[in-house]
C-alpha cells in the first residue's frame, strides 16, 4: 500500500497538479484496451485449440474406422491375408526415383 502512495506523490510532483487527471484517464484508457484485446487473442487461442482438438479426434476416429474395415476385409479373404492384385486408380502407386548423371545430361544436349 505504501508503494502505490509513494507512486502517486511522485507522479504528482513529476507531471504536476494540472495535467495528473489527464493522464489518469490516458492510462486507463489504454490499460483497457490492453485487457481487452487479451481476453479477444485468449478466446481466439482457446477457440483454435478446441478446433485442433476437434480435427486430430476427427483424424484419429477415420484412422480407426479404416482400420476396422481393413481387418473385416482381412478376415474375409481366403487363407487371412491380402490377394496380390494390381493397384487401381483409388490406390496410391509409388513411383521410382532415378538420378540423372552428368553424362546422360551432355546426352541429351547433344541430341
Known sequence: ?????????????VVGPKELPQLARTLGRFLNE??????????EIKQQ?????????????RRDQVRDEQAQHDHHSPHG???????????????????????DSDEKKKS
Not at 89 to 100: A, I
Request: hydrophobic fraction near 35%.
Open 81 to 103: 491375408h491380402h490377394e496380390s492384385h494390381a493397384p487401381t486408380s483409388e490406390e496410391p502407386q509409388q513411383m521410382e526415383l532415378t538420378e540423372s548423371t552428368n553424362d
Open 34 to 43: 490492453l485487457k481487452r484485446s487479451s481476453n479477444i487473442l485468449t478466446d
Open 1 to 13: 500500500m505504501s508503494e502505490i502512495i509513494f507512486l502517486a506523490i511522485l507522479a504528482l510532483v
Open 49 to 61: 485449440t478446441r478446433l485442433d482438438r476437434f480435427d486430430l479426434d476427427s483424424a484419429m476416429s
